[in-house]
């Protein structure tokens, strides 16, 4: 089974930065993918950035430019550095992962427990 766990989140004012970190761990082959989702109070989870093992990334409109997505391909883990921070911003943050468990080309999609970022004078 695998586990991703996240860490940061938490309450800033707008303009400010927040960095979001999650660590896979458990038993598989390999990470091909990871990133984050968010979700907002009454509206659909929607991608914001995203990263690959070869560290391609693509970012939503919204947040690119802002954001900064990186991963340790080592540690199995990916970050989330947000930064210029919007009231719009404000949502769950889900650290997700595609995933190989074997050596077979099959991958299973992961997510984390989700970490709330609230951006707020």
């Known amino acids: 089974q695998v586990q991703l766990v996240e860490s940061g989140g938490g309450l800033v004012q707008p303009g400010g930065s927040l960095r979001l970190s999650c660590a896979a761990s458990g038993k598989f082959f390999s990470i091909n993918k990871m990133g984050w989702y968010r979700q907002a109070p009454g509206k659909q989870r929607e991608l914001v950035a995203a990263?690959?093992?070869?560290?391609?990334?693509n970012y939503a409109d919204s947040v690119t430019g802002r954001f900064i997505i990186s991963r340790d391909n080592a540690k199995n883990t990916v970050s989330l550095e947000m930064n210029t921070l919007k009231a719009e911003d404000t949502a769950v943050y889900y650290c997700?992962?595609?995933?190989?468990?074997?050596?077979?080309?099959?991958?299973?999609?992961?997510w984390g427990q989700g970490t709330q970022v609230t951006v707020s004078s």
């Open positions: 997700y992962a595609l995933v190989r468990l074997t050596v077979a080309r099959y991958e299973f999609q992961y």
């Open positions: 990263i690959t093992s070869g560290d391609s990334t």
